[in-house]
């Protein structure tokens, strides 16, 4: 059994996103302080599991990836790597995480332009990616996430996740 944290909705979507709280771990353990690097990693969901889409993995920052304080690059080999990795398992690519430097995160043109770029490069597995970015604050605000639809991207609403 997979424990939930939290969902993400996106109303207008009619679409619900449910966070595995080992996604949170890894997300929380990697947020950006003071004059460190930004991290990021890939995003997996369990497709088929009965209690609905299921955010199961987050996988870590790596030692390849390039980065500076306010920009990530990730080493295109070691997310195909992971993308096999995962399909194997039977989960599938929804997106990426990556930090920020601010306390509560906001998507920026640059992460638009990136996520435009990551979404090209896997069209056939990954039509509409998942953005989630990580802030410096660990209330429920600091970790945030969009879902990317043709040119636009829509913000999911975070709802907690009662009995797990």
């Known amino acids: 059994m997979i424990n939930i944290a939290w969902s993400w ?3 207008a979507l009619d679409s619900e996103l449910l966070v595995s709280k080992s996604v ?3 997300l929380n353990r990697y947020r950006q ?3 460190n690097l930004e991290r990021g990693g890939q995003l997996f969901v369990d497709p088929i599991n ?3 889409l299921i955010l199961t993995d987050a996988t870590t920052p790596h030692y390849a990836d390039r980065a500076g ?3 990530i ?3 295109p080999s ?3 790597r992971e993308i096999v990795a995962a399909n194997e398992k039977g989960l599938r690519l ?3 995480w990556h930090t920020h430097p601010q306390t509560i995160p906001e998507i920026s043109q640059t992460d638009v332009e990136s996520f435009r770029r990551f979404s090209a490069l896997y069209k056939q597995e990954l039509p509409h990616p998942i953005a989630v970015i990580v802030g410096t604050s660990s209330k429920p605000n600091g970790i945030r996430a969009w879902s990317f639809r043709q040119d636009s991207y829509i913000e999911g609403v975070r709802s907690d996740h009662i009995g797990s």
């Open 69 to 71: 304080r306010s920009w």
């Open 94 to 96: 929804v997106g990426y």
């Open 33 to 35: 302080r003071r004059f």
């Open 24 to 26: 949170v771990e890894v």
């Open 9 to 11: 909705r996106w109303p």
């Open 73 to 75: 690059d990730m080493d």
């Open 78 to 80: 070691r997310c195909q």
């Open 50 to 52: 009965l209690n609905g």
